[in-house]
């Protein structure tokens, strides 16, 4: 559908909020933010705004900097101490729940679908016949 004069007509519900613009931060934004979270991980009041006042930024948006750079920080933290990184094995919390979930399942013997597609049955068995085998 077209609307005359103003191109394509857009069926979006009038009473939502356009979608945010991503901010695109400057190399010497993301110098001074990365300089002041070095100092301190935890940017309030005043200091805040006078951060995002001098890097011509609005406070959210500087909070929200924090925010995610604290989250990067924690997971930084966490590959260092030798726990696998969230970024290195991607997805793997879900194959990881699927596991939990169908645990009861496959020691029962019944029947299930691997996460990949596979087919698999798995049954329970006792010490006399793990010796047959």
């Known amino acids: 559908m077209q609307d005359p004069g103003n191109g394509p007509l857009l069926l979006a519900n009038p009473f939502r909020k356009p979608k945010r613009i991503r901010t695109a931060f400057t190399p010497s934004q993301l110098l001074r933010l990365e300089h002041a979270f070095e100092k301190n991980h935890y940017v309030v009041g005043q200091e805040r705004k006078h951060l995002a006042q001098?890097?011509?930024?609005?406070?959210?948006q500087v909070k929200v900097w924090f925010q995610n750079r604290r989250t990067k920080h924690k997971r930084?933290?966490?590959?260092?101490?030798?726990?696998?990184?969230?970024?290195?094995?991607?997805?793997?919390?879900?194959?990881?729940?699927?596991?939990q979930a169908t645990q009861q399942l496959?020691?029962?013997?019944?029947?299930?679908?691997?996460?990949?597609?596979?087919?698999?049955?798995?049954?329970?068995?006792?010490?006399?016949?793990?010796?047959?085998?």
């Not at 001098?54 to 959210?60: A, C, F, R, Y």
């Not at 013997?109 to 329970?124: C, N, V, W």
Request: a negative charge.
């Open 54 to 60: 001098s890097l011509s930024l609005t406070e959210t």
């Open 76 to 99: 930084e933290q966490q590959g260092d101490d030798g726990r696998d990184s969230p970024t290195k094995h991607r997805g793997a919390h879900h194959v990881n729940r699927w596991r």
């Open 106 to 133: 496959t020691s029962t013997g019944e029947h299930t679908t691997t996460p990949d597609g596979h087919d698999e049955t798995k049954s329970t068995s006792s010490s006399s016949d793990a010796g047959s085998r």
